[in-house]
C-alpha cells in the first residue's frame, strides 16, 4: 500500500516515517508513504497557496491552482489514486471505515487549512474525512491519525492476532492487561492470569471486557452479537454482582 500526504507543513508529517512500528513497516517494505510539499506546486516566486475569499469574510481560502498541478502530475505518472480529505465536514473516522480504506493500495491525503480547500478541488476527492466532533488548526495531525490507523491493518504491519482482538475489532473494548512484577505497590495481579487454564483466562477476559464495554460504551454492546464465550462471561459476571450484592 502507498499512502500519499499532500501537506503546505511537510515537516510536520515525515515524523510519522521515522518511528515505530510504521517506521519498520516503511523499512520492511509493507507500505510505502510519501509526503509532498503543495508549493512545489505553485508556480509564483512566493510559492502562494491560499488567497481572500470571494463574497468577503475572515480568513484564508486555498487556492485551486496547486492541487489541481499536483493531481495532473500524480495521475500522469501513478494513475488514479483514492483521495481522501481532511476536514470536519466529513465522514467520522471509525473501525469499520478503516478497514475498509486499508484494502486500497494507492491512497492521497489531503491537508486542509485556513477556511477550507476551493470548491473547486473537490472534483479530486473520494471522501471527506473528519477525526471528531471538533476543528483543528491543519490537516496534518488528521493524516498522521488515518495513516496510521489505516496502516495497522495491512498484512504484514502488525501481527494478526493482536489486531484481531483490539478494541473495537471484536466489538467491544479491550480487556486489562498486566506484566511483570506480580505484585506492586500493594497491587496484584488477578490470580486467573496464572491458571495455566486458557478457557478460564479467555473467559476472565471477555468478561473484563464486557464489563468495561457496558460501563463506558454501551451503544457498543447493544451492537454486539453474542457468542458463547459472550454469554458464559455474562453469567460468571452476573454471579459476582450478586453475589457481591
Not at 5 to 20: A, D, L, N, R, S
Not at 163 to 169: G, L, Q, T
Amino acid at each position: 500500500m502507498t499512502i500519499n500526504i499532500v501537506t503546505i507543513f511537510p515537516e510536520m508529517v515525515e515524523v510519522i516515517k521515522k518511528y515505530g512500528v510504521l517506521a519498520q513497516a516503511i523499512k520492511n517494505g509493507k507500505i510505502k508513504i510519501n509526503i509532498f510539499n503543495l508549493r512545489d506546486f505553485t508556480t509564483d516566486k512566493h510559492k502562494t497557496v491560499d488567497d481572500y475569499p470571494f463574497g468577503g469574510g475572515p480568513g484564508m481560502v486555498m487556492k485551486p491552482e496547486p492541487f489541481f498541478r499536483f493531481f495532473e502530475y500524480y495521475f500522469k505518472n501513478f494513475g488514479k489514486p483514492y483521495v481522501i480529505l481532511t476536514s470536519p465536514q466529513g465522514e467520522t473516522l471509525e473501525n469499520n471505515l478503516v478497514k475498509e480504506l486499508s484494502k486500497k493500495d494507492d491512497i492521497v491525503i489531503i491537508c486542509g487549512r485556513y477556511e477550507g480547500i476551493d470548491e473547486r478541488v473537490m472534483r479530486f476527492v473520494d471522501k471527506e474525512i473528519s477525526i471528531g466532533d471538533y476543528v483543528l488548526t491543519g490537516g496534518e495531525l488528521p493524516a498522521m491519525v488515518i495513516t496510521d490507523a489505516i496502516s495497522r491493518f495491512v498484512p504484514g504491519v502488525i501481527d494478526e492476532e493482536s489486531v484481531k482482538n483490539e478494541s473495537f475489532n471484536t466489538g467491544l473494548l479491550d480487556h486489562p492487561h498486566y506484566t511483570r512484577p506480580r505484585k506492586y505497590s500493594g497491587l496484584e495481579v488477578p490470580e486467573v492470569l496464572f491458571s495455566g487454564n486458557h478457557q478460564k483466562i479467555e473467559i476472565w477476559r471477555r468478561k473484563m471486557a464486557l464489563k468495561k464495554t457496558i460501563e463506558r460504551r454501551p451503544d457498543l454492546f447493544l451492537k454486539k452479537e453474542l457468542d458463547d464465550i459472550d454469554k458464559r462471561a455474562l453469567i460468571e459476571l452476573f454471579k459476582e454482582m450478586r453475589n457481591n450484592a
